[in-house]
């Protein structure tokens, strides 16, 4: 069974996002990935086979080695998506700053 992977449902999972942060700075072999977790490395690759999958990591060779980069494009594409949600809640976090000030300066006012 083939399963189409979605990019949201790849980075739902706490590990895979984990790996996003690691090469997000450096391009890494799934070895050196693997260093990094206290799981088994097939789990680790299993965890790139999807985040190659969804297209939010890059495989490159290197000789014998193959090197995990964060695909930038596909992670702005995530980010796009997400930005009016983040606007949303600047703006709600905003009024509610403004309500506990206003607030505050009453209570101050009383004393």
């Not at 449902?9 to 072999?29: E, F, G, H």
């Not at 060779?61 to 995990?68: D, F, S, V, W």
């Not at 509610?96 to 009383?110: N, V, Y």
Request: hydrophobic fraction near 45%.
């Amino acid at each position: 069974m083939n399963l189409r992977r979605d990019v949201f449902q790849a980075i739902a999972d706490p590990t895979r996002r984990a790996i996003l942060l690691l090469v997000a700075s450096q391009a890494m072999t799934a070895g050196a990935i693997a260093a990094n977790f206290d799981t088994a490395r097939p789990t680790v690759s299993k965890h790139l086979q999807i985040l190659t999958e969804c297209e939010l990591l890059k495989q490159e060779q290197n000789g014998r080695e193959i090197y995990y980069h964060l695909n930038a494009k596909k992670m702005k594409a995530v980010a796009d998506f997400l930005e009016p949600f983040r606007e949303l809640w600047d703006d709600r976090f905003n009024k509610l700053e403004a309500i506990m000030k206003a607030k505050m300066q009453e209570e101050q006012k009383k004393k």
